[in-house]
């Protein structure tokens, strides 16, 4: 077992910000965005509102994902995240921070079926060898190929 941190060197490339389209998926319009900019590394933040969401937490025994839905009108405090390639397509990994209208705080990883009310997004594109999601057997998890 490594005990480092793996890491590889990149360089910044160009830096896109934006506004979130209403009504749609926002894990699929990231990666639909990255496909059509040609973009296969990048980190991104964003800040908005949902007016669904999915996320969930690993469960670390089970190797498995859990999740639940929730159709509420969402406020985003925080939302993180990265673009890599999974089988030859961009694929979104981020984690978010939601409040209610009573300020009460939640998050977890976001999955599809998260639906954007509004929001605006930066993203920092990432240029140097090519990071790729493999399953690794160790956590049950897709990790990049470092």
């Excluded at 409040?99 to 977890?108: H, Q």
Aim: some cysteine.
């Amino acid at each position: 077992m490594n005990d480092k941190i793996s890491c590889k060197e990149f360089k910044n490339g160009r830096i896109f910000t934006g506004r979130l389209p209403h009504g749609v998926d926002l894990v699929q319009s990231i990666e639909d965005f990255c496909k059509d900019a040609s973009i296969n590394m990048a980190t991104f933040s964003l800040i908005g509102a949902l007016s669904s969401i999915t996320i969930g937490s690993y469960d670390q025994k089970q190797q498995v994902y859990v999740s639940f839905s929730k159709n509420a009108h969402l406020e985003i405090v925080s939302c993180t995240g990265n673009v890599s390639i999974k089988d030859g397509s961009p694929m979104v990994h981020a984690h978010i921070v939601l409040a209610d209208i009573d300020g009460k705080i939640f998050g977890g990883h976001l999955f599809s079926e998260s639906i954007i009310f509004a929001g605006e997004i930066k993203i920092q594109e990432l240029s140097g060898e090519q990071l790729e999601r493999k399953y690794d057997t160790t956590t049950g998890l897709m990790l990049w190929n470092i």
